[in-house]
Structure formats: structure tokens, C-alpha cells
């Protein structure tokens, strides 16, 4: 399309040329016009020799008019319109300049085809994050889930034990009816289990003393008392309670902790005698027997 503009106006220039051309050269056949000479008239005068005779009377030549200048009315010459020549079409120029469009589009195109990888990059990493998301979403619902299965069956576990203890005490009071009825009705078997009650005492603060922190109780023989409830399973009903002080802070809270960590404590198989464990009030001398 560009080509054909420049041929286009390349034709209106060399017209306008031609134009131009044969006004110059008409301007210059007038201009040798009025420089053609005209002819002069020229006197032709005799010379003589010698005087002629007196008798002859001599003619005097009439005197040749001047010749009248001859003016001429030269035209003044018509102002020659100044043409701006148009460039002409040069081949290397339209070689150039279709390069240059050639190498415009394909910058074009190149800049393009890098915009459109943007874009499929760019969609490429919103799917990434996309997937992202709903897989910590999945994973997130499948740890909520698994968070109230746990939570559930810690429930059901709790509400078992809660099952469980409510029998036991259950089981623990009918067997302390029972004790007692049997007590009542037999105060010498109630003698003959006096010695095992004693012994399974024993073995109680045997076994709290053997988890107290001696150390912490320094070198004497402190004493200190301790109320504890305890069920038919040897396990405490209650946490511990300080009755008689040691004196000592850290030597209560060894035997404190002595008591917590010996469970289950010995009880006698016999059920009867529960009824002699329920409520225990133990006098502990931790370091009697070093």
C-alpha cells in the first residue's frame, strides 16, 4: 500500500518536471528574440584627391539623419513557480524500509508469543495454588475429623470408666453391706481378719515409702499423716490429704507424690475386708527402717 502512494506522487513529480522544463525552454527562444540585431543605416562619403576646379560646384553630401535608438520592450520575464521536487522511489529505501516493517512484526509477534506464555504461566500457577488450597482444605477436614473421632472415643472411653467405677462402687458398697452384716454377725472372724487388715496396712506404707524422695526429708525421723480413700481396685478415690504435717514442706510434698505414684496399693482378696480400706488414716515415718 505504501509502494503505490510513492509511485503515485513519483508520477505527479515528474510531471510537474516536464512542466517546468519546457516553460524554462520556451523562455529562452524569447529571450534569443530580442537580442537579434536590427540593420543600420550607414552614409557612404567620397574622398577625394585633390580640390576640384571653382567652376564646379561642389555638392555637400546631405548629412545622414542619426539613427533613432532603437528601444526595445523587452517582457518581463513571468516569475517561475518554484516545484519541490518529490524524492523518487529508491529500491534500496523500499528494501529497507520492508525490512524494517518485517522486523516489526515480528517483534510484534515475538512480544506476543511472550505474553501469551505469561498468561499460560501465570494460569499455570493459579491452578497450581488452587490445588494447593483445596488439598490443605482436604487435609485440614481430614484432621477435624480425625480430631472428633479421637474426641469421641475419649468420651466413650471416659463414660466406660465412668461406667466401670460406678459399678465398682456399686459392687464396693453392696460388699460393704455385706462386710458389715458379716461383721456384725461374727465379731470373731472379724478378729481373726484384724491381722490381715494390719498386714495389707503394712504393706500399704511399705510401698508409699518406698517411693518417697528420702533425701528430702532430711536425717531425723519426721512424722506425718495422711487421710486416704481408696477403692476396691487399690486406685484412689480422692487425692490425699495432710493431716499431720511433717514440719517440712518438701518432705509432705515427697510423701505427696509417693502416695500418687504407688497406685494400685495392695488390697486383701477378701471383700469383706474392703470396708477396712475405704477411709485410711496412714501415720508415714519416711526414713524409719534406713
Known sequence: ?????????????????????????????????WKATHPVSIAEVELWD??????VPKVQPKPTPAPEPIVKNEPKPEPVPVVKEQPKADVKVDIALEKKLKALEKEKAEEKLKEEKLKEEKLKKEKELEQK???????????????RANEKALKEKKANQQNDALKRLQQQALADDKAEGDQQASSAKAAANAGIIDEYQSKISRKIRSNVNKTLCGTGNPELKFDI???????????????????STACDDAVYRAIMASEPLPLPKDASLFSQFRNLKLTFRPNEGN
Do not use: C, N, Y
Not at 509502494?3 to 516536464?18: C, D, N, P, Y
Not at 585633390?50 to 567652376?55: A, E, G, I, Q, V
Not at 476396691?232 to 511433717?246: E, M, W
Open 1 to 33: 500500500m505504501l509502494r503505490q502512494r510513492e509511485k503515485t506522487v513519483s508520477f505527479q513529480a515528474g510531471a510537474l518536471s516536464i512542466a517546468v522544463h519546457a516553460v524554462l525552454f520556451i523562455a529562452l527562444l524569447i529571450s534569443f528574440d
Open 50 to 55: 585633390s580640390l576640384p576646379s571653382p567652376s
Open 133 to 147: 488450597k483445596k488439598l490443605a482444605e482436604m487435609q485440614a477436614a481430614l484432621l477435624k475429623d480425625d480430631l
Open 229 to 247: 480413700g481408696l477403692l476396691i481396685t487399690g486406685q484412689l478415690s480422692d487425692r490425699p490429704k495432710l493431716i499431720k504435717s511433717s514440719g
